[in-house]
């Protein structure tokens, strides 16, 4: 990393920790009195300012991760989580706030590849802007990130791995959001499930629609990459079996996404 380029991170963490810690105080001066007209202007000079910074970070591209939480936070989810215009000031305040610590820890990191764009020039793809825990977004990133790596260092097992990590993720949040009584009436079992297998979580997903027949794709090896983790195998996972879990990961992720 460059003197300059470092320059410029601490620039930006210096502004967003003012930003964070103004922020902190209209949302105290918004749960005193939430009608308050002179805390809703602080608020909207506030919110203003962010926007500024958060622009300057996303390198001016809308599609950025960062740019999209930002609009996101004055959103509001309907049941169906659909978008709806509404979310009350206090609560864009603190989401809000989440956006500008999601950017400081990406900041923070020492590697360059996690530098955000205003200090790489290259924008941050989003990818995971579908899955409904948004603090399990930034994390399925960087992850996919270091998937696409592994695979291109060739080391399949890794890549292999991942991409059935990142998928077991996705298909959880979705079924999590669909909600157990829902999932009953596509056969799912009874108990928790983070208690499901792997396959069962993907068979449920299948037949609830939330997923076509995708899966049907996966390799033995990636059906059985968590039994293979608890039990010590280290079975040679060949490229084939890797690339076609990272296939199978993104049709579901379209799946998931349609619109993407």
Same mark, same amino acid.
């Given at each position: @990393?460059?003197?300059s380029l470092?320059?410029?991170?601490? %620039?930006?963490?210096?502004?967003?920790?003012?930003?964070?810690? /103004? =922020?902190?105080?209209?949302?105290?001066?918004?749960?005193?009195?939430p009608?308050? $007209?002179?805390?809703?202007?602080?608020?909207?000079?506030w919110?203003?300012?962010? $926007?500024? %910074?958060?622009h300057?970070?996303?390198?001016?591209?809308?599609?950025?991760?960062?740019?999209r939480?930002?609009?996101?936070?004055?959103? @509001?989810?309907?049941?169906? =989580?659909?978008?709806?215009?509404?979310?009350?000031? $206090?609560?864009?305040?603190?989401?809000? #706030?989440?956006?500008?610590?999601?950017?400081?820890?990406?900041?923070?990191?020492?590697?360059?590849?996690?530098? #955000?764009?205003?200090?790489? =020039?290259?924008?941050?793809?989003?990818?995971?802007?579908?899955?409904?825990?948004? &603090?399990?977004?930034?994390? #399925?990133?960087q992850?996919?990130?270091?998937?696409?790596?592994?695979? =291109?260092?060739?080391?399949?097992?890794?890549?292999?791995?991942?991409?059935?990590? *990142?998928?077991?993720? *996705?298909?959880?949040?979705?079924?999590?959001?669909?909600?157990?009584?829902?999932?009953a009436? +596509?056969? +799912?079992?009874e108990?928790?499930?983070?208690?499901?297998?792997?396959?069962t979580? #993907?068979g449920?997903? &299948?037949?609830?629609?939330?997923?076509?027949?995708?899966?049907?794709?996966?390799?033995?090896a +990636? /059906?059985?990459?968590?039994?293979?983790? @608890?039990?010590?195998?280290?079975a040679?996972?060949?490229?084939r079996?890797?690339?076609v879990? $990272?296939?199978?990961?993104?049709?579901? @992720?379209?799946?998931?996404?349609?619109?993407?």
């Amino acid at each position: @990393m460059t003197e300059s380029l470092q320059a410029q991170i601490e %620039t930006y963490l210096s502004r967003l920790d003012g930003l964070i810690r /103004r =922020g902190r105080e209209v949302r105290d001066l918004l749960a005193v009195d939430p009608a308050n $007209g002179s805390a809703i202007a602080t608020t909207r000079a506030w919110q203003e300012e962010c $926007g500024v %910074t958060i622009h300057q970070l996303s390198g001016g591209s809308k599609a950025h991760w960062l740019a999209r939480s930002f609009s996101d936070a004055f959103l @509001m989810r309907s049941a169906n =989580g659909q978008a709806v215009e509404g979310a009350r000031p $206090g609560e864009i305040v603190e989401r809000l #706030l989440g956006v500008l610590e999601q950017a400081v820890a990406s900041l923070s990191r020492k590697d360059d590849g996690s530098i #955000l764009s205003a200090s790489t =020039g290259t924008p941050a793809p989003r990818r995971f802007e579908f899955v409904h825990n948004s &603090e399990l977004r930034p994390v #399925l990133e960087q992850v996919y990130a270091d998937c696409r790596k592994a695979l =291109g260092q060739g080391d399949y097992d890794a890549a292999m791995r991942t991409s059935c990590g *990142i998928l077991e993720a *996705i298909v959880t949040d979705a079924l999590e959001h669909k909600g157990l009584s829902a999932l009953a009436a +596509a056969g +799912a079992p009874e108990g928790k499930i983070a208690d499901w297998s792997f396959e069962t979580r #993907l068979g449920v997903a &299948e037949r609830a629609a939330l997923i076509r027949s995708g899966c049907a794709r996966l390799p033995d090896a +990636a /059906r059985k990459y968590r039994d293979s983790q @608890m039990n010590g195998n280290d079975a040679t996972v060949s490229e084939r079996d890797a690339r076609v879990a $990272g296939q199978v990961l993104n049709v579901v @992720m379209r799946d998931l996404n349609p619109g993407r």
